[in-house]
């Protein structure tokens, strides 16, 4: 069944098709982590990201161009400059970081406001679970309003980007709706 | 995109210019495509780069979205791809806003990229970094300077280099590495690529590392030392620049602190038998650049070493080689020719080389080297050559011509003869020509022997001349010279010749020239022969030819009939007015227009030369282009030194002012404007005379202070320039105290002194001190001293910040002399020796000199102590000889009573004898010039 979804979605979109997903979400919430935990399936060692990093990786025989952006307030400025044609964007909250949930909230309504996203899928990803006095991802939900959201497919999944957990979960709910949403 | 402007540029051999717009919209659609196509990619970038290579630039706008487009290709792999866009993302950086947001990305290729794309990922960084960023690059960059790679390894060495003004404090912390990566041999192309192109490896990190690790540690003179000591103790070194490098940073350290030159003579010596050619040239370059600047610090033998070495490159195989040997030895040439005589026969062997630029250089050469015995032979060679080359060449011998007609003027006879005999038969455009007549000139100016046959000889070139800029400017010389030679109405025929035959523009030179001719006093029928000439001009077609006749017939009458100076001026003017200062004041009266010039313009504060004096300071000029021109290509090779300090370094050989003749020209003339617009000073009546600036500090010290002396018939004033070097520092109420050195006996009483309110970072402004002084020569010491009180500064508004008071503060500065010199101006005279014997009063005076100076140094002290002009090339003390006469001409300032000084200088063991005798009109002047020489 499997094989077969795949292989008509690579007989719409040409074999060459990549899916365009943005990673974003405030400095320090897990992106570069996450990126290089879903490219090499390790954790690296990470410095605040000036401008951003793109890899292109294969995931489910999907070719997927994914790009973390830096969350640094300096830079938030240019990450419209990066959101033509993208299919999916990943939002990345740091969920222990109670004081900077309202400007997490405030970047992600910003940013989904914009023309160029209004087709986009949403996963968000309550991060750094392992760590004590996480919130919740339903207290992260709340946190950041997304009961709000109409006209869109958002998911929000619990995740740890250092232990691995979630983060395949997220993906695999995203690829699905990406896939149906282009059929 | 249209597919015709595609097949246009496509075409490479075309040379036609992509269109800026196409460009722009290919790459924007192009560049946001997914997937990317890396060739067609690729190629765009080819043509964006062809296109800012060629000078053509974007908007920040769409050179920002450039950009942005650009780092999008981040995300194809492609090695070939990466490259092209690191070469975009370098040539963009500098005109596109936000390039931060490449800095990532790039970092990654520095650290994970393949060995192709990190050298171009190292340089590219740079160019997003800025001060903020660059710590997180640090240890990318560290580990890539000690990379094994070369091509790594120096692209990391040259981009912290360039790191240096962007993040010093990051770029400071590379030290050990830098010192490691010249240790560490990295043979360059990597792994064998050699082939024809790189006939051999080479060591090229090295020459990158040490240039980096000077630059860390330029400002340690400690460090410095040993690092020199390290790298050419063994043989670290194997890369041939780094060699040169290192020679070059020996000479940065002498010139920095000339007393360190003997210790490292014997490295010197040394270094001029290296197996590499450029390693010889460079330090024979430096034994002789400092030797100019030092000549007493040289040891005999190492300089002689040094020439041999310059003599040897003369006859290698290697073009570059023998040239740049002989533009060192043509410098040495204009000091110290007696020096490099022994390469006379190397020098004209080389009169035949087969390379243009080496031959010309080498009669220059040869030219300055010349002495009176070989001079006409050599000239005699030239006039067979100087046909066969092309004009850029003639204009080069012919200038070395010109000098040596001031240089030997006793052979006047075979350079005239060369002079005319290019001018007639040489072939050649406009500025050829005009050199040979500038030549002719000189000569008529300042060799008197020559003047009558130069102007016959112009004459007759007038004839037959299609210059429009050359016949002005000769009839203008004939106007001027001709009526006091012994035949004025031959020039006058020749004169009028133009005007019967020429252009409308000539004839209105003519006609000025003409009118020059009509208060002749050798031949006073001339005067009605001139005017029966006017008359008829006055009917000339054309305006302004008419016009100008008609006004010197007005001049000519009135000067004729009633005695009246003004018309006789007119006619025929003693004085010229200082040309930078008339220019000043007329554009500034036009621009001011205050009352729609009513007023006329008022020439009485113009300084005014007469003759000789003008003479004098064209001759002065000239003399000392000779020397700066020479001084100023010797400096060129030290590294990082600034403007400022290189004419400290020229000062302290030549002890005139720092700044070339042109600007102290500029300068005295501004001085003395704002000295003159003052209104306490107005009063006291013209400017009589000012001396050079002289500096009365270190030229390094914090506050640099220098001195000028201004003379008015019943004042003195000293004028004193500060300025503050510090940046973050004001200087509230700067005042300069001057106590005589004798205050009981001093005959000048103090008036007022001027202070400075406040003298913010890097600005200079002037404190006076006005004294009133008999009009008899007042000599006097003056001891001075700064006082001021310091403010610091909020460095981002520049305000004083509000709760430091400020303290007190004073600096002591060099004394200033106010001595017979400064009641002298320079003055021309044509027959020294002639004029000296028809002087009275003369006066003698013998003195002992136990300092350790050369000859050359005390000639040039006295050059300045007695504002003189020296005549006869005596300025110059060949350096071979221990003994040396000066001739020196002047007059006074006061008064105008000529003086002649011969000063004759014989160098012993114990010092230097000299024996000074004087003569002039006025007695009391000579004697005090005389007896206080020194
Ligand atoms: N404990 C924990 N730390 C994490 C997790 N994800 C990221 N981090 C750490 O958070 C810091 C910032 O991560 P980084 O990926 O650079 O964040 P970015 O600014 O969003 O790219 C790093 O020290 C990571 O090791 C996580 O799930 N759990
Ligand atoms: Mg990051």
Redesign the interface.
Known sequence: MGNFFSSMFDRLWGV???L?ILILGLDGAGKTTILYRLQIGEVVTT????????E?LSYKNLKL?V?DL?GQTS?RP?WR??Y??TAAVIFVVDSTDKDRMATAAKELHLMLQEEELQDSALLVFANKQDQPGALTASEVSKELNLVELKDRSWSIVASSAVKGEGITEGLDWLIDVVKEEQL | MSTHTYKKFENAGSGDLPDRMTIYQDCMSEF?E??VNPKRCRLLISRLLRLLAEGETFPENEATALF?SI??L????NDSLRQSVYLAIKALSSISE?V??????I??DVQNGSDLVKPNAIRALTTVLDES?AF?AERLLKSAVVNKHPSISSAALTSSYHLLPIAEATAKRFVNETQEAVMDLKPFPHRNVVGDYYPNSTFITQYHALGLLYQLKKSDKMALLKLIRQFSDNNTLKSQLAKVGLVKLVSELVTRDAQLFSSFQPLLNNWLSNKYESVQLETAKLITNFAIQHPHLVSAELHASAVTTLQSLLTVPRVSARFAALRILNRVSMVSPEKIVVCNPELESLINDPNRNISTYAITTLLKTGTESNISSLISTITKFIHEVSDDFKIIIVDAIRTLSINFPQEWMAILNFLIDVLKNGEGGLKFKNNIVEALIDMVSFVPQAKDLALENLCDFIEDCEFNEILVRILHLLGKEGPSTATPSLYVRHIYNRVVLENSIIRSAAVVALSKFALTKNDPTLGESIVSLLRRIANDQDDEVRDRATIALKFIESAKKEENPEAREFVQSRYSYDLPSLESKLSSYISSNADSFQTPFDVTNIRKYTEDEAKAIELKKKQEQLLKGHLENGSESTPGLEEGSKGEKRDSSYAGPSLDEHQEDLRSTKYAEELLSMEQIKEFGPLVNSSRTIDLTDPEAEFVVRGVKHLFNNHAVLQFNITNTLTDIALDNVTVTCTPENPSESSLEELFSLSIDRLSPSQEAACYVAYNKSEEIVMEGFLNNLTFTTRELDPETQQPLDDTEGFQDEFDIDSIFLNAGDYIKSSFVGDFTNAFDELPNEEVAVYNIKENITLQELVDRLVVNTSCLPLESTQYAPSDSSSHTVKLFGKSALKGEKIALVVKLIKTSKGIAMKAQGRSEDATLCSYLVNGLM
């Open positions: 060459n098709k990549e365009r410095k605040p990201t000036i401008g951003f990093n793109v292109t161009n790009w830096g830079i240019y400059c990066y033509a044609d | 946001n997914s997937p942005f780092s999008k981040f995300q194809h792999p936000d931060l947001m490449a800095t990532s990305s970092m990654k960023t997180s």
